[in-house]
């Protein structure tokens, strides 16, 4: 498939709960926390070829080229592969960065798995998820594509398949940075450990959703407004809050009650990644074409 353009869905996840159950020696948290995707996504645009140059458009605002997860993820593979194949990457951004639903590390992990196709390098999913743990703690999750429970650092994934709710995912006008969070004096991190069956049976909670609304009133402030129509919460350590519904029209009754001047959207959450489904045609296609 070389030189011909490619389309990639890079979808957004939440963290439908989050808990903070240790402090590592070397500063990193323990986690234990629950991944589901949206259908609800960035877009990559994929052209491999014969040069082995990586050409990334439009540059994000802020953020040199060598410093986008994007271009490290292209990169790090054609090391890992010595593969003399490049690409053309054109990226239409809809995710929010640091909005806590996985922008930058669902980029990284689309780039590691379409590339991997169109270069036909070959590797399995251990091998780039592990490639990208490096990038990011979030990108395993999205390379391998389905619904977890992860532990550690995030980087123990057991596949898990829960209800996939509609959801309401708004986001105040604000970009939070996780090491602001992570390194708060306040932040708990002595939650005690679970099993999953436990956690799944217990309401959803965020530990990091205490300090994130402490220290961002716009935050805050949203967070109360959704909780007087649905369960609401705090995803990952970023600013994006999501009330869930049983319907689409539910979710979509209450986004019309919000202000115009807030940003929101409706998604379906997935228990397998659109990314995932894009990878079964493009290798089903290159099957029969063969």
């Given at each position: 498939?070389l030189?011909t353009p490619?389309?990639?869905?890079?979808?957004?996840?939440l963290?439908l709960?989050?808990y903070?159950?240790?402090?590592?020696a070397d500063?990193?948290?323990?986690?234990?926390t629950?991944f589901?995707?949206?259908d609800?996504?960035?877009t990559l645009t994929i052209?491999?070829?014969?040069?082995?140059?990586?050409?990334?458009?439009?540059?994000?605002?802020?953020v040199?080229?060598?410093?986008n997860?994007i271009?490290?993820?292209a990169?790090?593979?054609?090391?890992a592969?010595?593969?003399s194949l490049?690409?053309k990457?054109e990226?239409?951004?809809v995710?929010?960065?640091g909005g806590?639903?996985?922008?930058g590390?669902?980029?990284?992990?689309t780039v590691?798995v379409?590339l991997?196709?169109?270069?036909?390098?070959h590797?399995?999913?251990?091998?780039?998820?592990?490639m990208?743990?490096a990038?990011?703690a979030d990108?395993p999750?999205?390379?391998?594509?389905?619904?977890a429970?992860?532990?550690g650092v995030?980087?123990r994934?057991?596949?898990?398949?829960?209800d996939?709710?509609w959801?309401l995912?708004?986001?105040p006008n604000v970009?939070i940075?996780?090491?602001d969070?992570?390194?708060?004096p306040?932040?708990?991190r002595s939650?005690a450990k679970?099993?999953?069956a436990?956690?799944?049976?217990?309401?959803y909670?965020?530990?990091?959703e205490?300090i994130?609304r402490m220290l961002y009133?716009e935050?805050?402030?949203?967070?109360?407004?959704?909780?007087q129509?649905a369960?609401?919460r705090?995803?990952?350590?970023?600013?994006?809050v999501?009330?869930e519904f049983?319907?689409?029209?539910?979710a979509?009754?209450?986004l019309?009650?919000?202000p115009?001047?807030v940003s929101a959207?409706?998604?379906?959450?997935?228990?397998v990644?659109?990314l995932?489904e894009?990878?079964?045609d493009y290798?089903?296609?290159?099957?029969?074409?063969?």
């Amino acid at each position: 498939m070389l030189n011909t353009p490619t389309t990639w869905p890079s979808p957004a996840k939440l963290n439908l709960f989050l808990y903070i159950t240790g402090r590592r020696a070397d500063g990193y948290h323990e986690l234990q926390t629950l991944f589901q995707f949206l259908d609800h996504s960035d877009t990559l645009t994929i052209t491999a070829h014969t040069n082995s140059e990586i050409v990334l458009t439009p540059e994000l605002p802020g953020v040199a080229t060598e410093d986008n997860l994007i271009w490290k993820a292209a990169t790090a593979l054609q090391r890992a592969s010595s593969c003399s194949l490049g690409a053309k990457i054109e990226l239409n951004k809809v995710l929010p960065m640091g909005g806590g639903i996985g922008g930058g590390s669902s980029n990284a992990a689309t780039v590691l798995v379409a590339l991997n196709h169109l270069w036909q390098t070959h590797l399995s999913d251990d091998e780039l998820a592990q490639m990208g743990l490096a990038l990011g703690a979030d990108v395993p999750v999205f390379v391998r594509g389905f619904a977890a429970f992860a532990e550690g650092v995030g980087e123990r994934l057991s596949h898990v398949d829960v209800d996939e709710k509609w959801y309401l995912v708004v986001r105040p006008n604000v970009a939070i940075a996780t090491k602001d969070i992570f390194t708060h004096p306040q932040l708990t991190r002595s939650t005690a450990k679970r099993d999953l069956a436990t956690l799944l049976d217990t309401c959803y909670e965020n530990d990091c959703e205490k300090i994130v609304r402490m220290l961002y009133p716009e935050v805050d402030k949203q967070l109360s407004w959704l909780l007087q129509y649905a369960p609401s919460r705090l995803t990952g350590t970023g600013s994006c809050v999501f009330a869930e519904f049983l319907s689409k029209k539910e979710a979509e009754a209450v986004l019309a009650e919000l202000p115009d001047n807030v940003s929101a959207f409706v998604a379906h959450g997935r228990n397998v990644s659109p990314l995932k489904e894009t990878l079964a045609d493009y290798q089903s296609a290159h099957t029969q074409s063969i």
